[in-house]
Every structure is written in structure tokens, then in C-alpha cells.
């Protein structure tokens, strides 16, 4: 004679990381296969999850590639924020700018090609330009900490220029950033030693 349990149906093993995984893997497809390259089959394999995972989870690819974009332009937004926020100087904050170009948008080649992915569809499809501008508002409010509204705007245009200037012509030194920066907004002894 069987057991109760082994009549019943098998239990689902929880998995509450599985939604956040597929986000993940998303962004790692992006970066290797780009947008077009995309597909539901390449994602749940890169997140190692039943296919079947992906239209439980995500109304469809448009839904999916929007979460995985915000969460991608609001991290980099977060680590910009956290590094205007410790500069406790104008100087620093000039530096910071500086170290944001040389080090957090260059070091990594897939946030290059996720970025410009993002900008490429963003232009295509008006939906996705919501993230990119809110993405762009987040980076002049952590600019407006130090900068006036103006020099803000100008200092985001000119992070995005640098930066990729840096990422196809590696023999851009670590100074250039900092002298543009300097050259934008004034050198070190223009301006009183003090944050805002």
C-alpha cells in the first residue's frame, strides 16, 4: 500500500531569486549578443531556467528588456550618486567626475555595449526612452550637488563623450578626463574649497 506522498503531485521547488536571475541573464545576453540577438531561448538558458520560466515571469520580450535596462541605468545612476555624494570638495568633485570616466565606464566592456545598446533601441522605440532620461535626470542631479543646473547639463554630455572616446581609443590617458573637467568648470583655485 502507497504513501500519501507518493500519490501526490511533486512539489515546486521555491525558487524566489528565479525572476531576478532572468534579469541578470538578460543583461548578460545584451552584452554578448546584443538586442536583436536577444531571444527567450538564449535568456532562460543563460539564466538556467525551464523556457517556460520566461512568459511567467515576463508578459514578453519588451517587458523583460525594459526591466533589464532600468536595472542596468539605475545601478549606474546609484554608483554616480554615491560618488558625488563623498565628494566632500569641489575638487573632489571635479576628481570624482574624472574617476567616473577613467575607471567605472570604461572598466567594464559589456556596460559599454549594454549603454549604447540601450541608446540604439532607445532611439528606435519611444518606450525605452523614459529609462534613458530619467538614467540622464538621475546623473544632473548628482552633477547638481556641486554644479549649477547649466554646467550639470554640460558635464553629463561631456561624461558620455569622454567615455566613449576612452573606449575605442585606449591610449587616452587618465589626465585628459580631469583636465576637461577643469577646463569646464574652472580650475582647483577658481573656487572656494567646499562642497555643496
Not at 56 to 67: K, T, V
Request: glycine share 6%.
Amino acid at each position: 500500500m502507497g504513501t500519501a506522498a507518493q500519490g501526490a503531485a511533486p512539489r515546486r521547488r521555491s525558487d524566489p531569486q528565479r525572476r531576478t536571475r532572468i534579469i541578470e541573464a538578460c543583461l548578460e545576453v545584451i552584452a554578448r549578443d546584443g538586442v536583436a540577438g536577444t531571444s527567450h531561448r538564449r535568456v532562460a538558458a543563460a539564466a538556467d531556467v525551464p523556457l517556460g520560466s520566461m512568459t511567467y515571469h515576463f508578459a514578453g520580450m519588451e517587458e523583460l528588456l525594459m526591466e533589464a535596462f532600468t536595472r542596468f541605468a539605475d545601478r549606474a545612476a546609484d554608483e554616480f550618486d554615491r560618488r558625488m555624494g563623498q565628494a566632500a570638495t569641489f575638487q573632489r568633485a571635479q576628481q570624482a567626475i574624472a574617476d567616473l570616466i577613467n575607471q567605472d565606464l570604461t572598466a567594464d566592456p559589456h556596460a559599454l555595449v549594454i549603454t549604447h545598446e540601450l541608446y540604439t533601441l532607445a532611439a528606435r522605440e519611444p518606450a525605452f526612452r523614459t529609462i534613458t532620461q530619467h538614467w540622464m535626470a538621475r546623473s544632473r542631479q548628482a552633477l547638481g550637488r556641486h554644479f549649477d543646473p547649466l554646467t550639470s547639463r554640460i558635464l553629463d554630455a561631456l561624461i558620455e563623450g569622454l567615455a566613449l572616446h576612452r573606449a575605442f581609443n585606449p591610449d587616452t590617458g587618465d589626465e585628459t578626463a580631469l583636465e576637461a573637467v577643469q577646463r569646464l568648470t574652472g580650475p582647483p583655485t577658481a573656487r572656494p574649497d567646499s562642497g555643496r
